[in-house]
């Protein structure tokens, strides 16, 4: 096969996973991160589905389970902490899983292992980012940050939901294909709790009045990850989101201040964590997923938004289908064939046709008023009616979290590349 120059920005776990397969197939592999080494932050992220399938398929199986957060299940409790519903991890390795599935890790410790194998593979640099490109004689010219410029047969933008890559490929004066869900934040950060005699590795939910509720993770005997999801109208909360961690965490404190449960400690606690982010949730909806030389992978290209449970699995998954479709399509000599690059558009337009159906099925129904999020319970009477139903759901053992809330049912066969196998 023809060896490719490729320029990967972001070196998140889609990053990583497209660097993998990227460089299996034997072409130089560059990957930009701002951040000024690996980020390995992060709070819980799960698979799914297919994405089980690509993380076997990698060889990751036995190095994600040992690293895996043993989560036993999704807990609903009321303010006075008493159990009102409880949905354990589906083990039998049928059918959809719950809130909690059999693949649970810490962001950075997927990050991590992924990059572990390809570090040496693959370039990194570091505290660098794209400042411009502009696409040419078949190639991309990519100005960076600190100044240099280099080119590359294509680019790839892994750079999540706010990606700076998608803005450059549209262009200046097109809107941006982020669309926010109206009034939804969610702020992530984890505390200091040591466990506690009997405490089991349980996702607790509580839900609150006036479109409120706290979620906590534990994934290690010294802290607890806290969730902290609103649907709010606040003027000050779309401020606080360009005015950095110390305003949003004002604000968070003032919305959740009388939510009830643990609230006070865990808003107390809040202001000392170092590991914080807040977002405003939203989806990322696009046409087309590539112009020319340039291609979006993951959160940048179709991020489904935490409300799917799906976001990681979409990341994996996709980086699987496109390096397939470049290995499929690119670097195989024909009648006139003069560059490594021929063929690339017709990859590019393949991972686009063959993905689209599975993402417009994750993200279907997301950001109307239909969902879930957008009609979270606001009185006491709705709270308990939704803990009551929750309850009678568990009781039965049905999965409400897999089948009604969650896009894990996503009807969708994995391709199978050989190009990829024999690499």
């Not at 305003?247 to 606690?269: C, H, N, P, S, T």
């Not at 807040?278 to 989806?283: N, S, V, Y």
């Not at 009678?392 to 089948?403: C, E, H, Q, S, T």
């Amino acid at each position: 096969m023809a060896q490719m120059k490729v320029l990967i920005s972001g070196a998140g776990i889609t990053g990583n996973a497209l660097a993998y397969w990227l460089s299996k197939l034997g072409h130089d592999v560059t990957v930009v991160e701002r951040f000024p080494e690996l980020r390995t932050t992060g709070l819980q992220v799960d698979l799914r589905g297919p994405g089980v399938e690509v993380l076997k398929l990698m060889g990751f199986d036995q190095a994600f389970r040992a690293k895996s957060v043993p989560e036993q299940g999704f807990l609903i409790v009321d303010s006075a902490n008493r159990r009102r519903a409880y949905f354990g991890v589906n083990k039998s390795g049928k059918g959809l899983q719950s809130f909690t599935t059999e693949y649970e890790i810490m962001r950075g410790d997927l990050c991590r292992i992924m990059y572990d194998v390809i570090k040496d593979k693959v370039t990194f640099r570091f505290g660098v980012s794209i400042d411009s490109f502009k696409q040419k004689n078949n190639e991309v010219e990519v100005h960076f940050t600190d100044g240099t410029t280099d080119h590359f047969d294509f680019l790839v933008g892994a750079d999540g939901m706010g990606s700076n890559t998608r803005k450059l490929m549209l262009g200046p004066g097109v809107q941006d294909a982020l669309r926010p869900v109206k009034g939804a934040y969610t702020a992530y950060f984890t505390i200091p709790r040591p466990i506690q005699k009997g405490e089991e590795y349980n996702s607790t939910f509580y839900l609150a009045t006036g479109r409120r509720a706290i979620m906590t993770r534990r994934h290690s005997p010294q802290e607890i990850q806290v969730y902290l999801p609103c649907n709010t109208t606040s003027d000050r909360m779309k401020q606080a989101h360009r005015d950095g961690v110390d305003e949003q965490k004002k604000v968070l404190a003032e919305i959740f201040d009388d939510a009830g449960w643990e609230a006070k400690d865990i808003l107390r606690d809040m202001f000392n964590s170092e590991n914080f982010y807040c977002e405003r949730l939203g989806l990322v909806k696009l046409d087309s997923w590539f112009n020319g030389n340039v291609a979006l992978v993951g959160d940048a290209a179709y991020c489904p938004s935490p409300l799917t449970g799906m976001g990681t699995t979409s990341g994996l998954v996709g980086a699987y289908v496109l390096a397939g479709e470049i290995g499929r399509h690119c670097g195989k000599p024909k009648d006139g064939a003069k560059a490594p690059t021929d063929g690339l558009d017709v990859a590019f337009k393949s991972y686009d046709d063959k993905f689209r159906p599975f993402i417009d099925q994750v993200t279907h129904g997301v950001g109307d008023d239909t969902i879930f999020w957008n009609q979270m319970p606001s009185s006491a009477f709705a709270v308990a009616l939704v803990n009551l139903i929750l309850g009678i759901a568990a009781f039965l053992r049905l999965n409400v979290v897999g089948n009604w809330i969650l896009k894990e049912n996503v009807k969708w066969t994995l391709p199978n590349y050989d190009e990829l196998m024999r690499s």
